[in-house]
């Protein structure tokens, strides 16, 4: 079984994310940025599956600007096998929609052959969590999203258990097919230095969206990006009388 | 604890099970029955009085539980009997207070966030606090030279935010930074994780305002908020370090440093502590101005982490000791570049077995976190023997191993983590309860193996009561003498911080 991964990379999850002065985005430049938390667990499953001899080759993917590079490494570290780059300028990497991406993967999966397609449920600065529905759209193959367990299910069927809001939902499906990775499907590995090591000889691909026949034309525009209202500040009293007529002021006691 | 041995060995009348809760840490004036009150003035009604005139009402604590918290230390193993707080909020009101307390003989204790490690920051007695954590208005920043002049009540943590704000940061960094206040790292000579990087206060105290305990209750200026001044002597940096023995310090004037935009994070395992110290040359001569840590877990902090705390190593291979590297820089692909170079090579030299790298800043994190709660994680062992010791390298890990072969089974673990690449051990021995036959066996074995092997017994934390017996080990007795003339000078009615650090 081939096992194409997706990874992006964003501004690292521990990082406070900071609007731009003019409104138009959120600030990118020296800010920290990491592979997208659920993208790690779906490449961790993969590598997962490889080692148990279900899975036979990993492929990471990611559609991005040159620095999205880094984040491939970071998956070849952690166990895939080869790398591919669809890369973009830094310009259109902003105007970048789930569609596009979702088109370009099935471009590239009905070139080579996959048989598994794990991706993140969502990536963590637009939130969107489409990327893997609408890639199963193109490519007319069964879903199962929100993964937190996958087990095989004889060679041709895969068990899933899906986390959903009134709990937990186990489908069949049957291969080939898309799956998305939710926060307890798995704990991801550190990069071992041996194998950053070796991830440096591992091939990596660049490609472009041309090359897949797909054009970047967005159908969103951002009107407005602008932080949520600020908490009013509390106020320091000195001694309990300051602190009782504050609140008798403020009419929260008589 | 310790405490009490320094002074009687005989006794055992103590309780010694872990005090972490402050109202049963019992009196240090019990502890230590051979300590006397000194020849102060008692506080009086009228003196009260006078320092409500000078502070509000506000600015005055005489309820025994307001002032339970400033009365026992961090670790709880000091309680005083302080029977007022006082809180000033600018530095004329210190200086007035230091004023009354000179003209009636009243001793006082200077108290920052309190969370020093050698009970120098409660009183023994009835010593008056003196809390300068009223004292946090100031804050001014100039960002091109990096200048922070602030008021001395700030906490660490407070102020390396707001410089954030300018990609700034403060040169220090340590476990307490959300409580501790400047003007307590400044008078402790607090070190910390970025010592190796940015060195310690003394290469960032520009000037220092301090009031003296003297008749007028002097406010000295010490020095201008300059990089470069040579025209006087350099007094601030004397009390660097003072313990509240020699001023109160009201205000701080340092470099701050500026914010890296990228911080890595790596482990690696190694096998022998010669390889340990292979590595830090390496890292000193390959990452070069980028390093900003070099930390040291041995396995039995790490076993230590895994028991008490249910934290694993990040490390699939078990070693030794795990080193944690950081490197702070203004470039992250010029960082990473090198930081790689550095790892191959220790992997290709065979100095390390394993190691891993962060990708993520909270993967980053998790490996801190390791480093961070060796202290806590020892605690639930019962009963901890700390020490904070600063030894030549090739010293560093032979105290452990002396320590270890000499305690035997009497200990539960003897476990060593610290700032290796400042030569600075956290040796920790523990027992599920105090032994006074472990006791016994480590002092003062430890304190003596130290200063034979060209160390000292204190790198960071201080001496305050704790290591007051023993700091005059490997000194003259005419440096000693001098420390006393020293004192006297700067406070002739000995009213500030008595009881510790030196001998009077």
Request: proline share 4%; with cysteine.
């Amino acid at each position: 079984m081939r096992v194409l991964v997706g990874v992006k990379r964003v501004i690292d999850y521990a990082v406070k994310v900071r609007v731009k002065a003019d409104k138009t985005g959120v600030v990118k430049d020296n800010v920290k940025h990491s592979m997208n938390p659920f993208d790690e667990i779906a490449l961790e499953e993969a590598v997962r599956l490889k080692e148990k001899k279900i899975a036979k080759e990993v492929v990471a993917v990611s559609c991005g600007p040159t620095a999205s590079q880094e984040t491939l490494r970071t998956a070849l570290a952690m166990g895939a096998d080869k790398a591919i780059h669809v890369e973009v300028d830094a310009a259109t990497a902003e105007k970048m929609e789930p569609i596009h991406v979702a088109k370009i993967l099935a471009k590239l999966i009905e070139k080579e052959k996959f048989d598994l397609v794990i991706l993140g449920k969502q990536a963590i600065d637009d939130d969107a969590n489409q990327t893997g529905q609408m890639l199963a759209g193109f490519l007319d193959w069964p879903q199962a999203m929100f993964a937190s367990k996958i087990e095989p299910d004889g060679s041709t069927h895969l068990k899933v258990t899906r986390e959903i809001d009134g709990g937990l939902d186990t489908i069949k499906v049957k291969l080939p097919a898309v799956i998305s990775a939710d926060l307890r499907l798995n704990e991801p590995r550190y990069a071992t230095l041996p194998n950053i090591m070796k991830a440096k000889k591992k091939p990596l691909e660049k490609k472009t969206p041309a090359d897949f026949g797909v054009e970047i034309k967005p159908q969103t525009e951002t009107v407005e990006v602008s932080d949520p209202p600020v908490r009013q500040a509390g106020i320091m009293v000195d001694d309990v009388q300051s602190l009782v007529s504050k609140l008798r002021e403020k009419g929260a006691i008589p | 604890m310790m405490i009490g041995r320094l002074t009687q060995r005989a006794s055992c009348a103590l309780r010694i099970e872990a005090r972490r809760c402050k109202s049963t840490a019992p009196l240090t004036s019990t502890q230590l029955p051979n300590l006397k009150r000194g020849d102060y003035s008692s506080l009086t009604d009228a003196d009260v009085q006078h320092f409500e005139r000078l502070l509000g009402a506000g600015g005055v604590l005489r309820d025994e539980t307001d002032i339970a918290p400033y009365n026992t230390d961090w670790m709880s193993w000091y309680r005083g009997r302080s029977r007022c707080v006082l809180l000033p909020r600018t530095v004329e009101e210190v200086s007035a207070v230091m004023k009354h307390c000179f003209d009636r003989r009243l001793a006082v204790v200077p108290q920052s966030g309190n969370t020093g490690l050698v009970g120098a920051s409660v009183p023994v007695f009835d010593e008056i606090v003196v809390s300068m954590r009223r004292l946090n208005k100031r804050f001014d920043f100039d960002p091109i030279p990096g200048i922070l002049q602030c008021d001395a009540g700030l906490v660490l943590e407070e102020l390396d935010t707001r410089l954030g704000e300018f990609g700034y940061m403060m040169p220090l960094d340590l476990g307490a930074k959300g409580s501790c206040l400047i003007g307590g790292n400044v008078a402790t000579g607090a070190g910390g994780v970025r010592l190796l990087r940015y060195g310690s206060l003394h290469a960032h105290v520009l000037a220092l305002e301090v009031v003296l305990p003297d008749k007028d209750g002097t406010v000295l200026e010490c020095g201008p908020a300059l990089r470069k001044d040579n025209t006087g002597f350099h007094e601030s940096h004397l009390f660097i370090g003072s313990e509240g023995q020699l001023g109160l310090i009201t205000q701080v004037a340092m470099t701050a440093v500026p914010k890296p935009n990228s911080v890595q994070v790596a482990m690696l395992g190694c096998d022998s502590f010669l390889d340990c110290c292979k590595v830090l040359g390496d890292a000193k001569r390959l990452l070069g101005e980028i390093l900003s840590s070099f930390e040291m877990m041995d396995s039995e902090t790490m076993r230590c982490l895994k028991e008490n705390h249910g934290r694993h190593n990040v490390l699939s291979t078990p070693a030794a000791f795990n080193l944690l590297i950081e490197t702070s820089g203004s470039s992250q692909e010029h960082d990473q570049a090198k930081l790689n170079k550095f790892l191959e090579s220790c992997l290709e030299k065979g100095l390390a077995v394993d190691g891993v790298l962060a990708t993520s800043v909270e993967q980053a994190n998790t490996f801190w976190a390791l480093r961070e709660n060796a202290t806590l994680a020892l605690m639930d062992d019962g009963y901890v023997f700390k020490h904070d010791i600063s030894l030549p390298l090739k010293h560093y890990y032979r105290l452990t191993e002396a320590v270890r072969e000499r305690v035997g089974s009497l200990a539960k673990r003897v476990i060593t983590y610290g700032h290796v690449g400042d030569g600075n051990t956290h040796l920790n021995v523990t027992a599920s309860e105090f032994s006074q036959e472990l006791y016994d066996r480590l002092y003062p074995f430890v304190y003596e193996w130290t200063t034979q092997h060209g160390g000292s017994i204190s790198a960071e934390h201080g001496v305050g009561l704790l290591k007051k017996r023993y700091m005059p080990l490997g000194k003259s007795p005419a440096h000693l003498a001098q420390y006393g003339r020293l004192k006297r000078f700067y406070d002739p009615r000995l009213i500030l911080n008595p009881y510790k650090m030196l001998t009077m």
